[in-house]
């Protein structure tokens, strides 16, 4: 069974420094990974997807990064800003035994940038 | 191009009595999915639909059903409510089932309350 951990849970950093949060996941038979952000009480806003085959995408100040034999992904925000803070949630789509396929998703790590 | 929106945001029931909440996906999507939120289970897989047809489902109870209409809207309703299905629901969408190339978009969820 496909398990998705996110470390750290939580985090707060000052105005401008570059952050990494870390995402890690059990089974290496994924078919993408896809990095979100949560805003409290809201949906989901999807940030970046790698497919299996790549190894990082980028958007603007987020760069995210794939390695699948390792069963780890992590998202770089450059020059933090108190914009940036929400809760980001990463999730890999796993193939069932049904055949069919499903998002499984981390615990989310919650980001606070103090101004 | 409008995004996923759910009706109601809110909703507040009481023990016993069921709920029927709605999604209508991006145009041209077909694949609906929908995903329970709790702070203690965090983000849990509850179905997808897709061409008006139960394709995947995840681990909850019976009481938890769906169905997608032609227009690809689609329906969850949750019978004998339990104070433990208080949660936020997600639905979220894409533009076919069983693509790993598929980036899913997030509503804004229905934050259900039960009393």
């Known amino acids: 069974k496909q398990e998705v951990t996110q470390i750290p849970a939580a985090l707060s950093v000052p105005e401008g420094e570059n952050l990494v949060l870390n995402c890690s996941f059990t089974d290496s038979a994924i078919y993408n990974l896809q990095w979100f952000r949560q805003d409290p009480g809201k949906g989901l806003t999807s940030l970046l997807l790698?497919?299996?085959?790549?190894r990082e995408q980028t958007s603007g100040r987020l760069n995210a990064s794939l390695d699948k034999s390792s069963g780890r992904s992590t998202l770089y925000i450059a020059a933090s800003q108190p914009g940036d803070s929400a809760t980001y949630l990463c999730a890999v789509k796993v193939r069932e035994n049904t055949g069919f396929q499903k998002l499984v998703f981390g615990t989310g790590t919650r980001l606070l940038v103090s101004p | 191009k409008a995004g996923v929106t759910q009706t109601p945001r809110y909703l507040i029931k009481t023990r016993g009595q069921q709920v029927t909440l709605s999604c209508s996906p991006i145009s041209g999507h077909r694949s609906v999915s929908w995903y329970q939120q709790t702070p203690g289970q965090g983000l849990q897989f509850l179905f997808e639909?897709?061409?008006?047809?139960?394709?995947n489902k995840g681990n909850f109870p019976g009481r938890f059903s769906g169905r997608q209409f032609s227009n690809s809207r689609s329906e969850m309703n949750v019978s004998t409510l339990e104070l433990g299905d208080s949660a936020l629901y997600l639905c979220?969408?894409?533009?076919?089932?069983?693509?790993?190339?598929?980036?899913?978009?997030f509503g804004p969820g229905t934050r259900l309350t039960v009393l």
């Open positions: 639909y897709f061409s008006e047809t139960q394709r």
């Open positions: 790698i497919q299996s085959s790549q």
């Open positions: 979220a969408s894409s533009l076919a089932q069983g693509s790993s190339y598929n980036e899913q978009f």
